[in-house]
């Protein structure tokens, strides 16, 4: 059958397949196939490789259909449910034996993994961590890659989610070298980091010092350790060192975020762009953000909401949702 493919020239190949696999775009059901000079690279999604990759040809094709792996479902008597991060596998189980079995079956199963988390408690305390039960593997430690960069991050230590990957990216695509920005709550760099790599100067603060250690390793794993600042504070004991000094702006802590708006408008420049998350009911997501932000930001800035987005479901009738706001001073 035709899936959508990429062609490429195959002196080029490599490093297409590379950023495409980063970005877990590849189709593992199809092998990659070469004719006449050209590579072809089964994905899939067309518009999610298009913004990947600056210049790309998608193409329909015939390809052959890859030997399958064995999955985890594969050897158990139903579909288990699991996250990957990195060489990690994340279930969430509160019965010890299909925990057990299926770490065993994931273990046994062809996918790349090494290790295996159990959650067991919920997110919880200031810098938003949760307890593991490590049923395979070292440690919790961890190296996941996204959209062409690299996170170093240890899960008993640091937040981090894996399921924001491409809302990270939508973000990160706005950003450009000539901008300042600032993520008030950083964690390990999956908005710093990016930023960085567009050529934008960056600041990011966290309450969390396992956090900012990770950051400033993941600056220097990614090369962009000349362009990336790494506070561990409170960022409103922060703004007013960095008052003005901000051409955009991320608040990412969805629970919280309007507590810390005084600081933010501290940070804002004279045009500024602010990625406010927000954990709403459904009825009125975007209400209580862009009223708060106003309530914080006017008349000292004229706002602007440029993007009300939803970035998914959180939990019955609740939306975990973004507003890009643009702040005119």
Known sequence: MEVPCVRVAREAGEATRSSLADADLIDDAYEITVADGQLYIPITDSDAASTVLEECE????????????TTPADLLAFDPTYERLGEAALIDEDDPERAREIA?????????????????????GETRVRDWELLAGENTEVVHREYGC???????TVYFSPRLATERHRVAEQGDATERAFDMFAGVGPFVIPFAKRGATCVGVDINAEAIDYLRENARRNGVADRVTAINDDVREVAAEYENWADRLVMNLPHSADEFLEAAVTLAGDDCTLH????????DPFGPGERAIRAAAEPEYSVTVETRHTVRSYAPHELNVCLDVRLER
């Open 276 to 283: 406010y998350y927000d954990i709403q009911y459904e009825d």
């Open 104 to 124: 065993d079956a994931i273990l046994e199963s062809d996918l790349p993994v090494a290790t295996v988390l159990n959650k067991a408690s919920k997110v919880k």
């Open 58 to 69: 998608i193409v329909p094709r015939t390809v052959t259909e890859r030997e399958q792996q």
């Open 150 to 156: 690299e996170f170093a991050l240890d899960l008993a």
